[in-house]
């Protein structure tokens, strides 16, 4: 019940719940009991939960939670990270009709996900099968930890001090080229909708303070920087959260790149590649002939005179009742991987969303796909 957010999304919510035997103040319900199943996608089409948590430690973390499954059809839920589907966290299965701890998922392993670094994020419960009733979150590093009856006390939230602002690296821009990345805000003592967001740039000829705009709901937002007309170096931004009384800010070094011939690639690249910072013409040339154009392939951060490097499914294969998806990554780009069974006539649906590139091959997988006669993946970068 202590949530920081709790969004409805189709047709379907969290509501307030009071079983005999709840923790706390109560339990919340996923409502309707109608018998709706969101299976994938839920990201963007089932009730979310956001809880802000301060980790002060990164790797494996097991989830647990403590729920009620009315029925068979009322007995899982899904469980990610800063609103990221997660398939080693999702179908978190095994509810009784009682009160019942689980941290099993129908995938047949236990639900985990890690954390790359320290400090805050959201761990997001999502709806998979309306009906459930879910009582308690509980994160654990330790494997073989099992929680009993009501669990341990909840933990303290975040004290009513200033809000929270996760740390936002530095950024690359190209010239007349808009920046966005992420970042996440949280404040125990204010609703999301009440807090206030602005942006300054120490150098308003580069990037004018107006040029600064956020988006996003919740704990997830995002920030895009749009640079000045013809200009390049560097700025530094500073973000700061508002909650009416106190504030918190963040600050991250822009640099800005030029691109001469205006083509999308910044000069420097475009030198390193032995291409033509003043040719705008040789962006949509495919060098190495592999499908990619000279622009693809940097975005992409493959190498454009060699046919080998190239944003590529290197195989599927059938695990049990599952499809598994092999594609080649680049460190720091991010990935959506979508598959569509009726292909060139049906709709691409996502398997899987913002992927974190490794440097190597990554291996996403399609739960169920095997028994289709036949199904289509591609993967795509995430702006």
């Given amino acids: 019940e202590d949530n920081t957010f709790n969004l409805s999304q189709g047709a379907s919510a969290w509501a307030a719940s009071s079983p005999s035997g709840f923790s706390g ?8 009991n109608t018998g709706a199943n969101v299976n994938t996608g839920y990201a963007a089409s089932s009730p979310r939960l956001d809880f802000p948590v301060n980790f002060v430690k990164t790797g494996t973390h097991y989830i647990w939670i403590r729920g009620i499954g009315l029925s068979g059809s009322d007995d899982s839920c899904h469980v990610g990270l800063d609103g990221v589907e997660i398939a080693t966290s999702d179908l978190i299965s095994g509810f009784g009709t009682g009160w019942t701890w689980s941290k099993n998922t129908m995938d047949g392993a236990v639900a985990t996900f890690n954390i790359a670094s320290a400090g805050i994020h959201t761990v997001n419960v999502w709806m998979r099968e309306d009906g459930f009733i879910i009582d308690k979150l509980l994160l654990a590093v330790n494997s073989i930890y099992t929680p009993t009856g009501a669990g341990p006390a909840e933990s303290l939230r975040l004290s009513d001090g200033p809000p929270l602002i996760s740390d ?3 950024q ?9 990345t992420e970042f996440m805000i949280a404040d125990p003592s204010a609703t999301f909708e009440s807090l206030l967001l602005t942006g300054t740039s120490s150098n308003t000829g580069l990037v004018p303070n107006a040029n600064i705009a956020f988006r996003g709901c919740g704990a997830s937002r995002t920030v895009t920087v749009t640079p ?5 170096g560097s700025t530094t931004i500073t973000i700061t959260v508002h909650n009416g009384a106190k504030s918190a800010s963040d600050t991250f070094v822009l640099t800005v790149k030029p691109d001469s011939d205006g083509d999308g690639i910044p000069d420097d690249w475009e030198l390193a590649q032995g291409l033509n910072a003043n040719d705008p013409s040789d ?7 592999d499908g990619f154009t000279n622009l693809q392939e940097f975005l992409a951060g493959t190498a454009p005179h060699d046919p080998a490097s190239a944003l590529a ?15 080649t990554t680049v460190t720091g780009r991010k990935y959506r991987v979508e598959h569509n069974p009726a292909f060139p006539t049906g709709p691409w649906t996502t398997v899987a969303d913002n992927v974190p590139g490794t440097g190597g091959n990554v291996q996403v997988t399609n739960f169920g796909a095997a028994s289709r006669s036949k199904c289509f993946y591609r993967v795509t970068l995430v702006p």
């Fill in 168 to 170: 936002i690296p530095d």
């Fill in 172 to 180: 690359i821009a190209i010239e007349d080229t808009p920046m966005t």
């Fill in 228 to 232: 000045a007309a013809n200009q390049h």
């Fill in 313 to 327: 499914i290197a195989d599927t294969s059938e695990s049990g009742a599952d499809m598994v998806i092999n594609f």
């Fill in 25 to 32: 103040t109560g339990a919340l319900q996923a409502t309707p």
């Fill in 283 to 289: 962006a949509s040339i495919d060098s190495d002939g």
